[in-house]
């Protein structure tokens, strides 16, 4: 930051007071709570990454099914079936997303949960 002097003159000076530094507690603390945030970010990440898996293998099985059927009939029944099953993952999916980032926004969840 700087700073003028009385004589007019500026001079370079830390923001930071000798009070401002970090305790290595508070410092301790902090990287705790980033290591917690990051394992966080990469559940979530990986969660979501074997459900994009999931869904594309279903997707494959499906079409694999597809061109079985000989009549529209069974076709459209085939459909039917894999969208109802995909409504219902999505909805699983939706709800252990949102736990995920309620855990993940409000860390007194994980720490009741945990017994701490």
Known sequence: ?????????????????????????????????????FKQIELVNRVWLDRIEATRQSEM??????????????AVALCQEWMSTRVADFVADNQRIATLWLEFTHPTVNRTKDGE
Do not use: N, Y
């Not at 099985?61 to 069974?74: S, T």
């Open 61 to 74: 099985e499906l079409g694999a099914r597809l061109l079985k059927c000989a009549d529209p009939g069974d």
């Open 1 to 37: 930051m700087v700073h003028a002097s009385k004589d007019g003159k500026s001079s370079s000076r830390s923001s930071l007071k000798q009070d401002d530094v970090l305790s290595p507690r508070v410092m301790f603390a902090l990287t705790e709570a980033h290591l917690r945030l």
